[in-house]
């Protein structure tokens, strides 16, 4: 079974697996009972709208975490002193 919805703009399709309490959201794996409750009940638009809410804020934390995987450590280590030498500029100008 599946349900879809529009949230702040961006299509939502979230996915019962067989194995019970398995959902998938946009084809990340989620446990959140709650949301697929949820996500679809008209008569209560507060528990909707969390629910809603609940997925967006799932779904950019598995795709920050998808980013940051694909990250190798040489870019992650580029990234991180290339910033930090920014702070310290900005530092050494008064900023």
């Not at 697996?17 to 709650?34: F, M, P, R, V, W």
């Not at 809603?52 to 990234?79: G, K, N, P, V």
Request: proline share 0%; with cysteine; hydrophobic share 35%.
């Amino acid at each position: 079974m599946t349900k879809t919805w529009e949230f702040n703009g961006n299509g939502y399709e979230m996915a019962q697996l067989n194995a019970y309490g398995q959902y998938t959201i946009n084809g990340y794996h989620c446990t959140d009972s709650s949301i697929w409750d949820n996500v679809d009940d008209v008569d209560n638009w507060e528990k909707m709208e969390e629910a809603m809410e609940a997925a967006e804020r799932f779904l950019i934390h598995m795709e920050d975490a998808d980013i940051l995987a694909s990250l190798t450590s040489s870019h992650w280590e580029e990234h991180y002193y290339a910033e930090r030498n920014v702070l310290n500029d900005k530092e050494d100008r008064g900023l």
